[in-house]
Each structure stands twice: as structure tokens, then as C-alpha cells.
């Protein structure tokens, strides 16, 4: 797909799907990369560090989420040397993300990695958007919550390893207009969309399903607030949730709260997911 047309499908739907990204050996060797990260990396060092998240596992979907960047960054990352077919993806990536937002991706942008395998019968995740969560608060059942302040990647893409359903995954909600785009995913075939203004979500699945989703956190994200109280300067615009703004320094904040706010939370953090 042509530059242009990268750009006029975005424009007119909030996404972009890419027929056969990858062909099959290649889709072996990340799901092979991936898992093999996954082990090495999960580590309560890694998670006290922020580079790695913890895992939402249940009886039919298991998320495994951890930051990387193609160079050095001053924030947690995980480092994949060695994992050739995911420092590949990460790159493809990268490079398709600057020709959608005509930015160069600098090498130290950080991109979270989330490999999630759906087994049968899988029950459905709601509609949301991605993001880094600094500020929430809590139901009183403990689990659900609020955002009252994050970090969110513009774009999200999502490619899909293996998927028994007949295409069926990921739906992609227009709440501006009421729109459900539902693209047909099969193995090798990939999808960005709009994480801002869209919000995506996975109906109930019947059969298996393996996906590697990536978003970059680092590269033009927008500052998310509840309400003014959280603003951190100017430019907010209002979304479903909240508001958000793309001139707030977001590696500046990230920064503040890995300083000091994490080590207060991360005993906790992984209550909320």
C-alpha cells in the first residue's frame, strides 16, 4: 500500500488494514521470538522496573505486555538482542508509523509489545483504548476503575498470528458516529488503527486465536486528563473519557512519575489489571 494511501484510509475510517504482512515463516519465528522474550524477560526485577506488565491471565485468554525501543532509552525497556524477528517487527512498525504520521520514529521510542493467545470459547474484552495508567481510581469492588490521568499511544496496531474464527477479532467502534468497523484478521494480516478517537474491543471467541499487538508510547502520544484538574498545560481537546492534549511533554511526565510516583504503586499495580 502506497504512502497516500496509508494516509486517505485513515483519514476516512480511523484505520488501516495490511492484507498479508507477513507470510507464514516469518509469523513462526515472532511467535517463537515472542514467547521466548516473554519467558526470559518475566522476572519480579523486571516488573519492579516497569519494563515488563503484569500478565492478565485467565481460563481462555492469557495478555503478556513489555516495552522495547530499536535504541537506548532512559525509560524501562526490555532489551531484545538476539530476538531477530521481533527487532524486525518492531522496525516494520516504526518505519509504517512514520509514514502515517510523517514523523520520523526516533530509535529511542519506546513501543509495547502485547502478545495475547484467546482459546476457546474466550469471553469478550470491553470497549477501551491503550494507554499508560499514572493516575486511576478504584471501585469499590477493587478491581474496576477510573483514569484520571495517562499517557496514549496515537496509533495502535495489531497483527494476527493464527485465528480459527473466519477472521473474526477485533472490532473497532466509531463512538462519534456509531460506526462497529469489524476488519477480517486472518494469519499475516495486520491493523492500525486510531487509538484516540477509537476505541477497539474482541468479542466472545469460539475458537483459537494468537495476535502480537504494538503500540509506541513514545512517538507524538497524547496526554490524557479526567478533567482540568489533571491538565499539564495547553491544547486539550474533549474525547468520550476525558480530554487530551498532544503538546504536553508525555517523556518529561513519564519521567516524574517513574521518579516519584511508581515506587509507591508498584506493590499494588497489578490489582488493577
Known amino acids: 500500500m502506497q504512502v497516500s494511501q496509508l494516509f486517505q484510509s485513515m483519514k476516512e475510517q480511523g484505520f488501516v488494514r495490511l492484507e498479508a504482512f507477513y507470510n507464514a515463516e516469518e509469523l513462526e519465528a515472532l511467535k517463537n521470538d515472542s514467547e521466548q522474550l516473554i519467558k526470559a524477560a518475566y522476572t519480579p526485577?523486571?516488573?519492579?522496573?516497569?519494563?515488563?506488565?503484569?500478565?492478565d491471565s485467565t481460563e481462555t485468554r492469557v495478555s503478556h505486555a513489555l516495552m522495547l525501543s530499536e535504541g537506548e532509552s532512559d525509560l524501562p525497556r526490555v532489551d531484545h538482542t538476539g530476538f531477530n524477528a521481533i527487532d524486525k517487527f518492531l522496525k516494520d512498525h516504526n518505519r509504517l508509523l512514520a509514514?502515517?504520521?510523517?514523523?520520523?520514529?526516533?530509535?529511542?521510542?519506546?513501543?509495547?509489545?502485547?502478545?495475547?493467545?484467546?482459546?476457546?470459547?474466550?469471553k469478550p474484552v470491553g470497549e477501551h483504548f491503550d494507554g499508560e495508567y499514572?493516575?486511576?481510581?478504584?471501585?469499590?469492588?477493587?478491581?474496576?476503575?477510573?483514569?484520571?490521568?495517562?499517557?496514549?499511544p496515537r496509533y495502535v496496531a495489531v497483527l494476527v498470528i493464527a485465528n480459527e474464527n473466519d477472521g473474526k477479532g477485533i472490532e473497532i467502534v466509531d463512538n462519534?458516529?456509531?460506526?462497529?468497523?469489524?476488519?477480517?484478521?486472518?494469519?499475516?494480516?495486520?491493523?492500525?488503527f486510531d487509538n484516540v478517537n477509537l476505541r477497539h474491543r474482541v468479542p466472545r471467541l469460539e475458537n483459537p486465536r494468537t495476535t502480537i499487538g504494538i503500540r509506541s508510547f513514545d512517538h507524538?502520544?497524547?496526554?490524557?486528563?479526567?478533567?482540568?484538574?489533571?491538565?499539564?498545560?495547553?491544547?486539550?481537546?474533549?474525547?468520550?473519557?476525558?480530554?487530551?492534549?498532544p503538546n504536553v511533554d508525555c517523556h518529561e511526565r513519564m519521567m516524574q512519575f517513574m521518579q516519584t510516583e511508581w515506587p509507591a504503586l508498584k506493590d499494588e499495580y497489578g490489582h488493577y489489571f
Open 45 to 55: 526485577e523486571n516488573l519492579a522496573l516497569h519494563s515488563v506488565y503484569p500478565s
Open 99 to 122: 509514514e502515517i504520521t510523517g514523523s520520523t520514529v526516533s530509535p529511542a521510542a519506546r513501543c509495547m509489545l502485547n502478545y495475547q493467545n484467546y482459546f476457546s470459547g474466550s
Open 134 to 152: 499514572l493516575k486511576t481510581q478504584r471501585a469499590g469492588d477493587g478491581i474496576e476503575f477510573r483514569l484520571l490521568e495517562g499517557i496514549l
Open 176 to 192: 462519534a458516529t456509531g460506526v462497529v468497523h469489524k476488519p477480517s484478521l486472518n494469519a499475516g494480516d495486520i491493523v492500525i
Open 220 to 245: 507524538l502520544p497524547m496526554h490524557f486528563a479526567a478533567d482540568e484538574s489533571y491538565y499539564l498545560g495547553e491544547g486539550y481537546t474533549s474525547i468520550a473519557e476525558g480530554w487530551v492534549s
